[in-house]
């Protein structure tokens, strides 16, 4: 590729450098957008998007193996590995293929390979054949370079026995017996699918409890899934090393309780967390500053202590999260575009799509008290919601957390049936400081899970109509 002149250059083509490179050229700028594999970064290639698709499958799965329960005799179900793989391929490279149109269609450039700042304004690119060649930014140079999967020592992946979540939504085959090094989102996540699908499910997890950061009540209705399922979970394990055998296995060595344990097993995942991807991309030679853990720090609208040199979604730091890499690459091009925009929300959502699932926004209660807040909660179990009843999801609840004086939301907790999907409401009312009355008072329809929510608000008034108010 010849030298070619841009507005802007983004390097990387994940859920925040596509959206940036998208929203550029809507704004009529000049762009390019580099990227080494494949648009749609972790979570459409690896992450979000497959792993949510062996979720889903999981889900089926198991409401099949129960359905006898209220009357659907179903026999014959049976899984088939190699065809819900290719189904789940399928589903990557539409999305994949949808974003390089989107961004054709709106006019971005697409540059492939490995791209590198050796200036403020310049970027080099060196494609997989080797050749290379340089753009040139006159606005900004936006670093969208995402994140990568940790990998332990002793504990290196080796693509078959020993895996990372890459790996582990394109088996081929249902370990028997599965051990996840790492009880947090990742792992737990991941060995839940594998657990439906009949693996013997192991973690292994340092800290006390699984799902650090998690609501705690939220995180426990998820841990008594898991175990009763079959789990076994360690916490406050620590592990130290692993064996391939002869015939094939693996023996984990780990400590707990001051005592050595080995745990056999056919494959282990390690999901102990991600890094962000900052080194090797030139910036620290142009005096970019990057934090002890690896991100690239910014202001408020996404830009870096070098003027012109921006940075957004994982490699900018927590929450390492698709829908805030997102938000942040249409906040920078909006920016770099000359319109006023800046990283001014209230709360960024997350969700664990365990089963239940967990999806959260604001603060804890116990967050709020830590800083003097007083506070009331509400809370509305699914086992009380008809709607839950009716489709067999009854565990978990919705927790409403609020200044007592005033009334404000300041945090909702899901825990059960459509978290995931449920949350955007609560994210709204952060958004507009709502309060819990606001909440109580819209009418939901019904029969619906989002009656729970209002539910939740009304519980927290004292005023609850389908629960004894506590």
């Known amino acids: 590729m010849s030298d070619s002149k841009y507005d802007a250059i983004v390097i990387g083509g994940g859920p925040a450098g596509y959206v940036c490179g998208i929203r550029l050229a809507q704004l009529g700028q000049k762009v390019a957008v580099v990227e080494l594999e494949e648009f749609g970064g972790v979570c459409l290639n690896w992450g979000c998007i497959p792993s949510k698709a062996l979720i889903s499958n999981a889900h089926l799965y198991h409401k099949a193996q129960h359905s006898e329960d209220v009357g659907i005799s179903v026999s014959g179900v049976e899984l088939s590995v190699e065809k819900m793989q290719e189904w789940k391929a399928s589903v990557v490279k539409k999305l994949t293929g949808g974003v390089r149109s989107l961004l054709k269609a709106n006019g971005a450039t697409i540059v492939w390979g490995k791209g590198k ?8 690119v060196t494609a997989d054949d080797g050749s290379v060649s340089t753009l040139t930014a006159e606005k900004a140079i936006i670093v969208a370079t995402g994140s990568a999967t940790i990998q332990v020592p002793g504990f290196e992946f080796d693509g078959e026995r020993i895996i990372g979540a890459r790996e582990a939504v394109s088996l081929r085959k249902i370990p028997k017996r599965l051990v996840v090094v790492g009880g947090g989102v990742i792992g737990l996540e991941l060995g839940m699918v594998y657990q439906t699908f009949g693996s013997d499910l192991t973690v292994v997890e340092l ?23 079959g789990a076994k979970i360690l916490t406050e394990t620590r592990a130290d090393s692993i064996t391939k055998n ?63 040199i921006y940075a957004i979604g994982d490699v900018s730091g927590a929450p390492m999260l698709a829908h805030k890499a997102s938000k942040e690459g249409e906040v920078c ?54 709607r839950a009843m009716s489709i067999r999801e009854t565990d978990g609840f919705v927790k409403v957390v609020t200044e007592s004086s005033s009334g404000r939301v ?45 539910e939740a608000s009304a519980a927290s008034l004292g005023r609850a109509i389908h629960i004894v108010n506590r």
């Open 207 to 229: 800290t006390a409890a699984l799902l650090p950061g998690i609501d705690v009540e939220c995180r426990k209705v998820v841990e008594r899934s898991v175990k009763k399922r």
């Open 246 to 308: 002869d015939d094939g296995s693996l023996t984990l060595s780990v400590t707990r309780d001051g005592a050595t344990e080995a745990i056999d097993c056919d494959v282990c995942l390690v999901a102990v967390g991600m890094k962000p991807r900052a080194a090797g991309l030139g910036l620290e030679d142009l005096g970019v500053e990057i934090d002890p853990r690896g991100f690239v720090p910014t202001n408020d609208v996404c830009e870096t202590n070098v003027p012109g």
């Open 333 to 386: 091009a909006e920016v770099v575009a000359g319109e006023k925009a800046g990283k001014d929300w209230v709360t960024v959502p997350s969700v664990v799509f365990t089963d239940p699932e967990i999806a959260s926004v604001g603060q804890t209660a116990e967050e709020a008290r830590s800083e003097g807040i007083d506070v009331s909660v509400g809370k509305f179990p699914f086992a009380a919601l008809g």
């Open 410 to 454: 300041l945090g909702i907790h899901i825990v059960g049936p459509a978290a995931s999907d449920l949350i955007s409401e609560a994210a709204l009312a952060l958004e507009m400081t709502a309060t819990s009355e606001d909440l109580a008072l819209t009418i939901h329809p019904h029969p619906t899970l989002g009656e729970a929510l209002m």
């Open 117 to 124: 700042l050796t200036s403020k304004n310049t970027v080099e």
